[in-house]
T-cell receptor, first 112, second 116 residues
């Protein structure tokens, strides 16, 4: 089971700023890297995902950047809003089937 | 379409007891995975069921078990509860495409288990 290391553990950003969360993985055999967003009292929800055949994927204000050689990928939240305040998890497939290995999570707070 | 539902939402048990948690996946989804979420260990995979068969298992003791029924609903059981089992237990369902490990997983709100 591979490990996924996520940083930082917490992040405070002013409204309108850019939030950046980083993840590093070990196993190069897998090809799907999702980011999940979790609000208090809710289960995680898929935010955006990338395959390593592209170096970047953008959906609205959310962008994943992928560096296959460095085995790293990051989430950028542009024009961060207070409604983005949540915990973010990166993940990678951890084995057969739908098993996901999650990073430790980043608690993002966007100040008005 | 209704989302993933989990029952009960909250549960309080004492050490040594056993507990059963239930998960109803999104209609049409055949894969159900279970995760344990704690502040210290984060989100950890417990097991996955597909077509009533356990397809994958995480690194948890045998006290943790599960099953899936023919309608894809799933239950997980924890026997001989320990204080460290206090956690949010999350269920996720997906409609798997054969041969792929990148199916979007839809999570339920979880069951908050407190062991006293």
């Amino acid at each position: 089971q591979q490990q996924v290391k996520q940083s930082p553990q917490s992040l405070i950003v002013q409204k309108g700023g850019i939030s950046i969360i980083n993840c590093a993985y070990e196993n190069t055999a897998f090809d799907y890297f999702p980011w999940y967003q979790q609000f208090p009292g809710k289960g995680p929800a898929l935010l955006i995902a990338i395959r390593p055949d592209v170096s970047e994927k953008k959906e609205g204000r959310f962008t994943i950047s992928f560096n296959k050689s460095a085995k790293q990928f990051s989430l950028h939240i542009m024009d961060s809003q207070p409604g983005d305040s949540a915990t973010y998890f990166c993940a990678a497939p951890g084995g057969a089937g739908n098993m996901l290995t999650f990073g430790g999570g980043t608690r993002l707070m966007v100040k008005p | 379409k209704a989302g993933v539902t989990q029952t009960p939402r909250y549960l309080i048990k004492t050490r040594g007891q056993q507990v059963t948690l239930s998960c109803s996946p999104i209609s049409g989804h055949r894969s159900v995975s279970w995760y344990q979420q704690t502040p210290g260990q984060g989100l950890q995979f417990l097991f996955e069921y597909f077509s009533e068969t356990q397809r994958n298992k995480g690194n948890f003791p045998g006290r943790f078990s599960g099953r899936q029924f023919s309608n894809s609903r799933s239950e997980m059981n924890v026997s001989t509860l320990e204080l460290g089992d206090s956690a949010l237990y999350l269920c996720a369902s997906s409609f798997p495409a054969p041969g792929q490990g990148d199916d979007e997983q839809f999570f339920g709100p979880g069951t908050r288990l407190t062991v006293l």
